[in-house]
């Protein structure tokens, strides 16, 4: 397999121009030669970190969805938003399509954003079934994807900034809005710290070129 | 185009080991390839891009750059919306939604809306200005190299595209409330989506393959 690794070299992370550490360094750090980024042969603790990225992730899932994200106060009263309610008023107002885009960013994309990204980290322990090509473009759109969940946070952030009615009405982001804002960070680090070469390491020599 | 850039490469460093380059995403070697403007190679065992030669050189990039900082200030010191109802009138810019948040004892999400926000493209806008200057300029200044790595770890982190649909949004969720007029920072927030969507297509790696010319302070 012609792999870099394979050769000893290591590219590095930042510029991608691959290393070749001394001798006495292999599996260790090493500077890069032309901009100075620490390169490793791998990222590093790579599998630990996305797990451990994904289990905080996964748990505050939990009150991102429960606690209230949003809070109106008007003279006609005050109510408390969550996520799924917010997805519901639109349904109900007749913006299914908007509904619909909320419900994908902000339920599902997280959902599936954790579900893929353990999928991986476990295939790199057991390949199974799937192979390095199909895991490969998995992980390429979970990265992709994940950004997009950051928009309920931008709509209640601008909601709040908005709307600033001393006496008629009032808008204020609820605890949810931070632990949804966790999670979208979270599970963010989490890809980032996941290795994609790991599943090619794991798949061996028997992966077939293109 | 392949790196002829390196005065003296260092000792770690073996001179075959510029010509090749291996696949971020499965790790594979390949010698690298002479490409012209716009086009793309690609890996053979997985797919992924392995190098770009940009379709802008270096000079039309730093104007695509200007105009984009020129869109970000209006879109940051304008109000994106006014809203009326009965007579009072409500508006405010990100900044002032941030401030609101922070004031509201949601330091965390404040910290997050600002971070990506405002902070990373700006950062991104400037270190790609001042990148792009020194190119021009033919020197290759000692913060050059830094100035490549924080744009590598902020690049993740700028989310104008998601902001612009979440404007669009919030847009519709308050007409609903009240009258809504868009401000100037709206149609600043849409030119800054495109111009950084073409920015951020510009891969500033491939700085390091342009020959530094005068050899300045580096």
């Known amino acids: 397999m012609t792999t870099a690794l394979s050769h000893g070299l290591w590219a590095c992370p930042c510029c991608r121009r691959l290393c070749r550490p001394s001798a006495g360094n292999r599996g260790g750090a090493g500077r890069c030669p032309r901009c100075g980024a620490t390169a490793h042969p791998r990222k590093p603790d790579s599998l630990s970190r996305t797990w451990a990225f994904l289990i905080a992730a996964a748990t505050l899932y939990v009150p991102a969805n429960l606690l209230p994200v949003m809070q109106t106060s008007s003279l006609l009263g005050s109510s408390r938003d969550t996520i799924i309610s917010g997805v519901v008023y639109f349904w109900t107002s007749g913006s299914p399509g908007l509904a619909l885009l909320i419900f994908s960013v902000s339920i599902l994309v997280p959902l599936i954003k954790l579900g893929a990204l353990a999928y991986l980290a476990f295939s790199v322990r057991r390949p199974g079934a799937t192979g390095p090509h199909r895991l490969g473009r998995l992980y390429r759109a979970v990265e992709l994807a994940g950004r997009w969940s950051m928009l309920d946070v931008f709509v209640i952030a601008l909601m709040v900034g908005m709307v600033r009615f001393r006496t008629l009405a009032t808008i204020e982001a609820g605890p949810g809005a931070a ?17 994609p070469r790991l599943l090619w390491d794991a798949s061996g020599p028997s992966s077939h070129e293109h | 185009m392949t790196a002829g850039a390196e005065a003296s490469p260092p000792a770690s460093a073996g001179p075959a080991d510029d010509r090749l380059v291996a696949c971020p995403e499965c790790d594979r070697l390949h010698v690298r390839v002479p490409l012209r403007a716009g086009e793309k190679a690609r890996c053979v065992r997985c797919g992924t891009v392995l ?22 200030l209006l879109a940051n010191a304008c109000p994106i919306l006014e809203l009326r109802v009965q007579g009072s009138i409500s508006s405010a810019t990100l900044l002032d939604a941030v401030l609101t948040l922070w004031r509201e004892d949601r330091q965390l999400v404040a910290v997050l809306v600002f971070a990506t926000g405002l902070l990373a493209p700006l950062a991104d806008l400037l270190a790609m200005t001042a990148l792009l200057a020194a190119v021009l300029a033919g020197r290759r200044p000692a913060y050059f190299a830094p100035l490549l790595r924080l744009i590598q770890q902020i ?23 009240a009258q809504v007029v868009p401000g100037v920072a709206l149609w600043a927030f849409i030119a800054l989506t495109v111009l950084l969507a073409v920015v951020l297509s510009y891969d500033p790696r491939c700085l390091w393959e342009l020959p530094a010319g005068r050899k300045g302070a580096a």
């Open chain 1, 179 to 195: 632990a949804f804002g966790a999670v979208v960070v979270l599970s963010m680090l989490a890809a980032a710290s996941f290795d």
């Open chain 2, 51 to 72: 190098q770009s030669a940009p379709y802008w050189r270096p000079d039309q990039m730093l104007a695509l750059v200007m105009a984009a900082l020129i869109a970000f």
């Open chain 2, 155 to 177: 690049r993740p982190w700028g989310m104008i595209e998601v902001l612009m649909l979440g404007v669009l949004v919030s847009l519709i969720k308050l007409s609903h409330l």
